[in-house]
């Protein structure tokens, strides 16, 4: 009997021990997972040795799990907040000056009566890229303000200026937002683009019913793809050095003085490169196929 009631009244010092330890890390939360986070921050202050060893500790060699905690460490809203007005207004001056003059008409190579219908389609390739690119700068920048101005202390100097950038950043974002391509709505509908599926469905019907068709369609298909992958091409080239002389390097500096940020939206500059490549490469299996047609055909 009295080691029974000597059981329960160990079991009830325990239970209530335990009460005591649970009520004690509820009352002190900071001594807990906070003081693990913020000891992320010894990746700023050791040597690289002892930086590498607690990367691989607790990251791994994975390359993004290593981006992670590095951005972890840095708990500071901006890297360099002396340089972080000047970097905004130069970065907001970059993107007026792409709006204004980075789908501008580009010069052109001598290329005979083709030159005005080339002209126009690398036109519009190259506003997709300019645009495309401008708008997803101003979108990002916006963001990453948004986010850094919740982090920072509130009353902080950072907080205040992190506050109009990021007032600065929204008020000016609806006017550079914007159709793209720079087409009427209504050539982008689809009553329009129905029509002209249909019209090539039924050229293709009659040009496969006989050689002189097929050769036709053959030797369009190809001009029309090679033309393509030139004004790609080119395209791809006038954007990527407009974007490079406006906004790369203020981005870039943009991006330095916050920090831990990772890196600033790229362009579509080398997709559309690599679109030109695809559409080559169809024309070299188009012939092929069209050749193989006629002899069916013969």
Do not use: C
Request: charged residues 20%; aromatic residues 6%; glycine residues 8%.
């Amino acid at each position: 009997m009295t080691e029974t009631t000597s059981h329960i009244a160990s079991a009830g010092d325990s239970t209530h021990a335990g009460d005591d330890v649970r009520d004690a890390a509820e009352r002190e939360p900071d001594g807990l997972l906070i003081d693990r986070i913020d000891a992320l921050r010894v990746l700023r202050a050791d040597s690289d040795e002892q930086k590498g060893a607690l990367l691989e500790q607790i990251a791994g060699t994975g390359k993004v799990e290593q981006n992670i905690v590095s951005e972890l460490s840095k708990v500071r809203p901006l890297w360099r907040p002396d340089r972080f007005e000047e970097a905004h207004r130069m970065a907001m001056r970059s993107l007026e000056v792409l709006d204004r003059n980075g789908a501008r008409a580009a010069r052109m190579p001598n290329i005979g009566p083709l030159k005005p219908v080339a002209a126009y389609i690398v036109g519009l390739l190259t506003r997709w890229i300019v645009k495309g690119h401008q708008n997803t700068l101003v979108t990002a920048i916006r963001k990453l303000y948004e986010r850094r101005e919740a982090n920072a202390e509130w009353g902080s100097p950072e907080h205040v200026v992190l506050r109009r950038a990021r007032i600065d950043a929204s008020r000016v974002e609806p006017g550079y937002k914007g159709n793209p391509v720079g087409l009427p709505t209504f050539l982008l509908g689809g009553a329009a683009l129905s029509s002209v599926f249909t019209a090539v469905q039924s050229l293709l019907r009659t040009a496969v019913s006989g050689v002189v068709g097929i050769v036709i369609l053959t030797a369009v298909l190809a001009l029309l793809f090679l033309g393509l992958a030139w004004s790609a091409l080119y395209a791809a080239g006038v954007a990527r050095r407009r974007i490079r002389l406006t906004t790369d390097q203020p981005m870039t500096a943009l991006w330095e003085t916050i920090g831990a940020a990772g890196r600033p939206p790229k362009d579509a500059s080398y997709s559309f490169a690599v679109l030109a490549i695809v559409l080559l490469v169809l024309l070299g299996i188009l012939i092929p196929i069209a050749v193989w047609l006629l002899i069916g055909v013969v």
